[in-house]
C-alpha cells in the first residue's frame, strides 16, 4: 500500500484551473467518442429522456394550507416551472396550474446557470394569504445557493433594496420565523464557517436591516459540521430550536428562548429528536439506559415535550426493533403519528394515535404491502392528510392520498415506460464473510441464461436501498435483456442503526465483504458469470465501487463509478468531506488511517493486477464530493495501463446533472458502457 504523501497528481484537484480543465475536456471527448456517438447510444438517450421529460409522470406536490406547489421540468421547460394549484384542481387529469416562477426565463433574463434547489412558502394565520417565500437557486447544480426571498401574490423577486431578503452564494441555512424576520447561518466571512463548510453562527435577522447588523443568538466550534436555529410556527406551540451538529451522527439540542436562554433536550446526542405539538420523539442510534430500562438502538419512543424538558423520563416505547424489522420513516399528522417500517426490506404501514388512555395502534387501509411505500407529505400544522408513493421495481408509482381513520384513494398513477410481461423479482440473501445473511433483490427475465447483470449498491449512512419503479432502468437495460440487482449491505438502514453502526470506521471493510459476498452468490445461483457481472454505485456507493475495483477485481466484468470518494487520504480536507468523519474515520490519526489505508482506492491501485474496465464519471460543479476525486483516480489508473473511461459533466453538481437532457446522458453512457463490456 502507498502512503507517499506526494501526489503527482495534486493539480486535478483545482477544479476550474485551465490545465485540470483541459485534461476533462480531453477524457470527455474520449468517452464520447468511444460510447456516445453511435446511433444506438442517440436512440437509448432519446428514449430515457422521453422518460424524464413526459407530462404523463406524476406532478408530486407539497401542500402548504390551501396550496399545493409542485416543480416541474420537461422538454420545453429545461430548468423548469416553479407552480401551485387547489386540491380540486390537482385531482383532474389536467391541473390549473399558476406558474410563479419560469426558471428559464429567469436564467435567460440574468444569464446565469440556474438550477433550482428548493423554496419555503411562509404560511401565515390565514393559510390562503401566502404572499411570500425563499427561493434557493444553485449555479450548476452545486449545494451552495443563492436565497432569493419572492413575492407570490407579483410572482417576482423582492430586491434587497425593496427590503427582500437576499443571500449571496453559500451553503446558507435560512428560515422564516415571520413574514420580516428570518433565522439565518451563511458565509459572513472569517470564522462564520465550520471546518466542513457549513454555518457556524446563527442570526436573527429583520427585514431591512444589513445582514452584518443580524444579532447572532446561537454559535458552534469549528470542528463542528454545523450549527443552526428554525422555529416551529405550530398556533399554541410556536418556538424555537437550536442544534449544533457535532459531527455527521451526533448533535447538543436546546430550546431557545426569547431572551435568548438555551434550554437543554437532554436525550443521546446520538439520537434522532423531534418535537410536535405536546410531543417529543426520540429515535436511538445505540443502546439508551434510562430510568432503568435499557431501549435497544433502533426504538422510538415518545414523552410530553414540556415533562422531559423538567427532567421527567416517563418514555412510552412506540416502536421496538426485532432482527428482522427496523423503523424506516415516521411523520406526523395534525393528531396521529405514521410510521413505516421494513420487514427483511419490505415495507408495512401502520398509525399511532395518543390518546387519554395512551397510545393504539391502527393499520392504513388501501396500501399494499407488495410495493414499496413512503410518506412524501402531510399537513402537520392543521389536519390529519397525508400523501404516500407507492412503487415497485416493476410497478409503476402510484401517488395515495388520504386523511388517517379514512380509506386510501389512489390519486395519480404513473404509466409503465417498458415492458414487464416477462420480468420477476425474487429476494434471495448471501453469507457475508462473517456469516451474516445479506438480502438483495434480482430482477430478470423469467428462466433467463446467465447475461449481462448490473449489482448496485450505496451502504453508507444508514440510507436504505428500497424497491422503486425506474424507467430509465427498464429502458436502459431490463428491455435490453440485463439483469438488474440491489444489495441491501451493511452501513445502508435496512434493518436499522445496528445495519448502519457494524460497517463505520474500522468496520468499514463489512459493507465491502457484504458486496463481494453478493456478487460470488450471483455466480453461484447461476443468475451470471463474473465476466459478465457490472457493478455501479455513486458518491459514498462511488467509494464502493473504487473498492470493489482494487481489492475484489475478480468478481466483475466491469465498474461504474460516480462522483465517488476515492482518495480517502485527504477526503477530510476537500469540500465537505470533514463532516463524514464519524463515517469513515480520520485519516490524520494514524491508528484510524491504519484501516483506511487499507481500503483507500487511490492509494490502493496496483500496477501488476488484472482490473475490469472502468468508467468513472461525476462532476465540476459538485461541491459535496469534490471532482478530484475521480480525476485523479482515472489519472492514476491510466499512468499504471488500466482501462480506465472518464466523462465528468461541467455543471450538475452531486446528481451529476443539471437538467433532463444531461441526466439522460449520464445514464445511457453508463448502461451503454456496461452493455458493451458485459456482452
Excluded at 3 to 11: I, R
Excluded at 39 to 55: P, W, Y
Excluded at 195 to 200: E, K, T
Aim: charged share 25%; with cysteine; net charge negative.
Amino acid at each position: 500500500m502507498a502512503t507517499d504523501p506526494q501526489d503527482p497528481h495534486l493539480w486535478l484537484e483545482d477544479v476550474t484551473g485551465d490545465a485540470a480543465l483541459d485534461w476533462v475536456r480531453a477524457h470527455n471527448a474520449d468517452t464520447v467518442a468511444e460510447y456516445a456517438e453511435s446511433a444506438e447510444f442517440t436512440d437509448l438517450q432519446r428514449r430515457i429522456r422521453e422518460v424524464l421529460d413526459t407530462d404523463a409522470r406524476i406532478p408530486y406536490a407539497r401542500r402548504r394550507g390551501p396550496w399545493l406547489y409542485n416543480f416541474w421540468r420537461d422538454a420545453e421547460h429545461v430548468r423548469g416551472l416553479w407552480r401551485r394549484t387547489t386540491m380540486d384542481s390537482y385531482r383532474t387529469d389536467s391541473p390549473d396550474w399558476e406558474i410563479l416562477v419560469d426558471l428559464d426565463e429567469v436564467a435567460r433574463d440574468e444569464d446565469e446557470n440556474w438550477v433550482w434547489s428548493s423554496a419555503q412558502v411562509l404560511r401565515t394565520e390565514d393559510d390562503a394569504d401566502q404572499t411570500r417565500a425563499l427561493i434557493s437557486l444553485s449555479r450548476g447544480g452545486a449545494d451552495a445557493v443563492v436565497v432569493r426571498e419572492f413575492d407570490l401574490a407579483r410572482r417576482e423577486f423582492v430586491v434587497p433594496e425593496d427590503g427582500g431578503f437576499f443571500l449571496p452564494e453559500a451553503k446558507s441555512d435560512i428560515g422564516w420565523i415571520d413574514v420580516d424576520t428570518v433565522y439565518v447561518g451563511t458565509d459572513t466571512g472569517p470564522g462564520s464557517l465550520t471546518d466542513s463548510g457549513y454555518p457556524r453562527t446563527a442570526a436573527r435577522w429583520h427585514r431591512g436591516t444589513a445582514l452584518d447588523d443580524a444579532v447572532t443568538v446561537f454559535e458552534g466550534d469549528h470542528a463542528d459540521v454545523a450549527a443552526s436555529v428554525w422555529y416551529d410556527r405550530t398556533p399554541g406551540f410556536e418556538r424555537s430550536f437550536a442544534e449544533r451538529a457535532v459531527d455527521f451522527f451526533t448533535s447538543i439540542r436546546y430550546e431557545l428562548s426569547g431572551d435568548g436562554d438555551l434550554t437543554p433536550i437532554d436525550a443521546p446526542g446520538d439520537a434522532r429528536v423531534s418535537a410536535h405539538r405536546e410531543w417529543l420523539l426520540i429515535r436511538t442510534r445505540s443502546p439508551w439506559t434510562v430510568g432503568g430500562t435499557t431501549h435497544p438502538a433502533g426504538a422510538l419512543l415518545a414523552a410530553r415535550y414540556a415533562d422531559f424538558l423538567d427532567g421527567a423520563r416517563e418514555l412510552t416505547v412506540l416502536f421496538a426493533p426485532d432482527e428482522h424489522t427496523s423503523l424506516e420513516q415516521y411523520v406526523w399528522t395534525r393528531n396521529h403519528l405514521l410510521l413505516v417500517t421494513l420487514s427483511d426490506v419490505q415495507t408495512r404501514m401502520r398509525v399511532l394515535t395518543p390518546g387519554p388512555d395512551g397510545w393504539t395502534e391502527s393499520a392504513v387501509d388501501g396500501v399494499s404491502e407488495l410495493t414499496s411505500t413512503d410518506v412524501i407529505d402531510v399537513d402537520s400544522i392543521t389536519s390529519d392528510e397525508f400523501f404516500l408513493n407507492s412503487s415497485g421495481y416493476l410497478t409503476p408509482s402510484t401517488l395515495l392520498h388520504g386523511y388517517v381513520g379514512e380509506p386510501v384513494e389512489a390519486l395519480k398513477q404513473a404509466p409503465t415506460f417498458f415492458d414487464a410481461a416477462d420480468l420477476t423479482v425474487a429476494q434471495h440473501f448471501a453469507t457475508s464473510d462473517d456469516g451474516t445473511r445479506i438480502p438483495y433483490f434480482v430482477v430478470r427475465r423469467d428462466g433467463a441464461a446467465p447475461g449481462p447483470t448490473l449489482l448496485y449498491g450505496y451502504g453508507g449512512f444508514e440510507n436504505s436501498m428500497l424497491p422503486a419503479y425506474s424507467g430509465g432502468l427498464g429502458r436502459g437495460w431490463l428491455e435490453r435483456g440485463g439483469t438488474y440487482v440491489v444489495a441491501n449491505i451493511r452501513g445502508g438502514g435496512e434493518y436499522g442503526p445496528r445495519w448502519h453502526t457494524q460497517a463505520l470506521k474500522a468496520g468499514r471493510h463489512l459493507a465491502f465483504e457484504d458486496f463481494a459476498a453478493v456478487a460470488r452468490d450471483l455466480v453461484a445461483r447461476g443468475v451470471t458469470t463474473a465476466s459478465q457481472l457490472g457493478a455501479q454505485g455513486g458518491s459514498n456507493g462511488g467509494l464502493l465501487m473504487g473498492v470493489m475495483l482494487t481489492r475484489y477485481p475478480e468478481l466483475f466484468g466491469a465498474i461504474v463509478c460516480q462522483v465517488p470518494l476515492l482518495d480517502m487520504r485527504r477526503y477530510h480536507l476537500l469540500l465537505a468531506g470533514a463532516s463524514w468523519m464519524a463515517e469513515y474515520g480520520d485519516p490524520d490519526d494514524p491508528a484510524q488511517w491504519e484501516y483506511i489505508g487499507r481500503y483507500s482506492p487511490y492509494q490502493n491501485v496496483d500496477a501488476d493486477r488484472a482490473y475490469p474496465p472502468v468508467l468513472i464519471t461525476t462532476s465540476t460543479r459538485d461541491d459535496r464530493v469534490h471532482p478530484g476525486h475521480a480525476r485523479k483516480m482515472a489519472a492514476r489508473l491510466e499512468d499504471l495501463g488500466h482501462e480506465v473511461h472518464y466523462y465528468e459533466n461541467i455543471e450538475g453538481g452531486h446528481g451529476g446533472a443539471a437538467d433532463n437532457a444531461q441526466l439522460a446522458f449520464k445514464s445511457a453512457l453508463a448502461y451503454e458502457f456496461l452493455w458493451r463490456t458485459l456482452n
